[in-house]
């Protein structure tokens, strides 16, 4: 009974298997490595954030400079310089820490915006290449084990991008 239904099953398939696909496989990561859109998203991101990163940079020298002050000047300061040194320093600190966190998060959010722009664009390259050299599938590269370097359309994906498609 169990040897009739494997034969069933094999002889389902086998007009399957006489008929060979045409796959392909693309390594996204070689892709948005490569892409020149990445780079422009980049720029992008940096103009955006560039004046907000730019005064969490400051506050971190700022505190920086007032924990050097402390340990270089200790022994000369007065318990109530010490003591107003000490709430700048907390006060910076606890700013510090809030806007560097909401700097992360607009920062992670935004990227994940443009990189899902970016996914839609290499998505479309792909099903294009796919359907002019026409493959019947196309992998991640991560999914397969091995795979013939022609069968890896990486470099036409990249290529595909860089000319504006």
Not at 118 to 127: D, R, S
Request: charged share 30%.
């Amino acid at each position: 009974m169990v040897n009739g239904a494997l034969v069933s099953m094999m002889l389902a398939g086998a007009p399957l298997a006489a008929q060979a696909e045409k796959l392909a496989v693309v390594d996204m990561g070689t892709v948005f490595q490569q892409i020149p859109q990445r780079e422009q998203m980049t720029n992008a991101l940096k103009a955006e954030f560039g004046d907000r990163m730019a005064e969490v940079q400051k506050m971190q020298d700022d505190l920086k400079g007032m924990m050097e002050k402390q340990q270089r000047d200790a022994a000369l300061m007065t318990e109530a310089q010490k003591t107003e040194l000490g709430r700048k320093m907390e006060q910076t600190k606890a700013d510090l820490q809030l806007k560097g966190k909401a700097l992360d998060e607009d920062l992670r959010r935004r990227q994940g915006e443009e990189q899902n722009k970016l996914l839609v664009k290499v998505q479309k390259a792909i099903n294009d290449i796919a359907k002019q050299d026409q493959y019947d599938m196309v992998l991640q590269r991560g999914a397969v084990i091995y795979v013939k370097p022609e069968a890896d359309i990486s470099n036409k994906v990249v290529e595909a991008l860089s000319k504006g498609q």
